[in-house]
């Protein structure tokens, strides 16, 4: 069976949303497509003197509302498809955010597995050196995604500085702290997450300091939700995951050990004293929340009645499918959506751009506070929206968004 194409699941959810939105069909047809896309080859010299030439993209989705933002793939597999839909989704994310910012999102078709450190150096340079003058502050502002880390963003950040003279910090983020990161990128996605659950315990009266949380994915997501789950509130997670397997103890796991372990046999499958579950059973037990923290997809409809979870925080992307968000919402299993439990992300991401323009360093207090803020607005929004409509919160956030970027794009005289 071929795999569902991404971007054509990006157009039927704005779709859906513009149907609830009564937009005009003019302004629905402006809105599916990219404003500019840009398609380049990317010559490298590879360390055995060979040249190779990768494909590469940037898509920028919607820049109404300010430059566009978003992440930048290294990926055997990347399609131009996919780059559009994590485009618009990162629209319709940082919009839902009140972030003064677009969206847009880019990708190379590579193995960053099978390239030595010079080689990917030299292939982040040539990506900006093929973009350099579709970027920056005010146009479009990459970040890390999978397969693309810190240190590749120091070495485009370098390169567009050459290109400008200037030391353009502010042109991308997810740096390393000593060339203008930002204090708390790291726990930024969980951390925006479990402020999102917070106000959704408030507003389902669980108490969270007796919650039970199982948590699917320990990589960066799924490992800190263990960690803040724990440190912020005081839940027992009694069940985590990943791609070997999961385990369960109904007496808790720790956090620090699940690390140890994860880091000393590569899965939390191996944490002593607890039951070996597989990753389907860990999503149908019986815990007040569940955290969906690894792929896509892994909520169907033939696992979704089975979900006894009171809340379900996706930290991936796209984890419940259509079919399955309509079970969950008849079964009143409250679903925190991708694009808002997982934009700490980008939120943080944002805030690291302002202090690059401000010449400052926020604290880690700082930092947390304001996307305290944000996330608290955002699933308050959201809520209001679902409760408005008496629609799922995944339709509610994209009402919430697209308006904002319809407004804008109306108030620019674009439509
Ligand atoms: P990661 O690569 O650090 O971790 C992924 C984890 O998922 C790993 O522990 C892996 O073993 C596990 N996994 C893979 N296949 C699995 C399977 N079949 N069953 C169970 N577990 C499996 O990735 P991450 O950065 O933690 O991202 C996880 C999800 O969160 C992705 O969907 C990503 O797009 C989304 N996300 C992450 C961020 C971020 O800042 N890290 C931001 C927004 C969204």
């Given at each position: 069976m071929s795999k569902p194409n991404p971007f054509e699941i990006s157009q039927k959810q704005l779709a859906d949303c513009a149907k609830i939105l009564c937009l005009d069909a003019g302004v629905h047809e402006f809105l599916k497509h990219p404003m500019r896309e840009f398609h380049v080859s990317i010559p490298v010299r590879m360390d055995d003197g060979r040249m190779k030439v990768f494909q590469g993209f940037r898509v920028q989705y919607n820049d109404a509302l300010g430059p566009c933002k978003g992440g930048i793939r290294f990926h055997p597999e990347e399609t131009i498809d996919t780059v559009r839909a994590l485009s618009a989704w990162m629209t319709w994310k940082t919009s839902l955010l009140g972030l003064p910012l677009g969206g847009g999102k880019g990708g190379v078709i590579c193995n960053p597995k099978e390239m030595s450190a010079g080689e990917l150096e030299r292939l982040c340079r040539g990506y900006i050196d093929a973009l350099w003058q579709n970027l920056g502050p005010e146009k479009d502002v990459p970040a890390p995604d999978v397969y693309t880390t810190p240190q590749m963003m120091a070495w485009m950040m370098d390169q567009f500085s050459k290109h400008t003279g200037?030391?353009?910090?502010?042109?991308?983020?997810?740096?390393?702290l000593c060339v203008g990161g930002s204090c708390g990128r790291g726990d930024a996605t969980a951390r925006g997450g479990m402020y999102a659950l917070r106000e959704a315990a408030k507003e389902f009266n669980i108490d969270l300091s007796k919650a039970t949380v199982a948590i699917q994915g320990y990589g960066n997501a799924g490992s800190y939700a263990h960690s803040l789950a724990k440190e912020l509130?005081?839940?027992?997670?009694?069940a985590v995951s990943d791609s070997k397997g999961g385990v369960f103890n109904a007496a808790g796991i720790d956090a620090d050990e699940a690390a140890r372990v994860k880091a000393q046999t590569?899965?939390?499958?191996?944490?002593?004293n607890c039951k070996k579950i597989s990753n389907e059973e860990l999503l149908e037990l019986n815990v007040d929340i569940l955290v969906?923290?690894?792929?896509?997809?892994?909520?169907t409809k033939d696992n979704a009645g089975k979900v006894k979870a009171k809340v379900i925080v996706e930290?991936?992307?796209?984890?419940?499918t259509p079919e399955a968000d309509a079970i969950l919402f008849q079964n009143k299993v409250h679903v925190i959506p991708d694009f808002l439990a997982n934009a700490g992300g980008v939120t943080v991401s944002y805030f690291e751009m302002v202090q690059n323009i401000m010449r400052y360093c926020w604290s880690f207090d700082e930092v947390y506070q304001k996307l305290d803020e944000r996330m608290t607005m955002a699933y308050q929004g959201v809520l209001a929206a679902s409760k408005k409509y008496n629609i799922n919160m995944r339709q509610a956030a994209y009402t919430v968004a697209v308006a904002r970027v319809v407004d804008a794009m109306k108030t620019r005289g674009w439509v």
């Open positions: 200037n030391n353009s910090f502010g042109m991308i983020t997810g740096k390393p509130f005081g839940c027992k997670v009694v590569s899965s939390v499958a191996n944490i002593p969906a923290a690894a792929l896509e997809n892994v909520i930290l991936a992307n796209g984890p419940t």
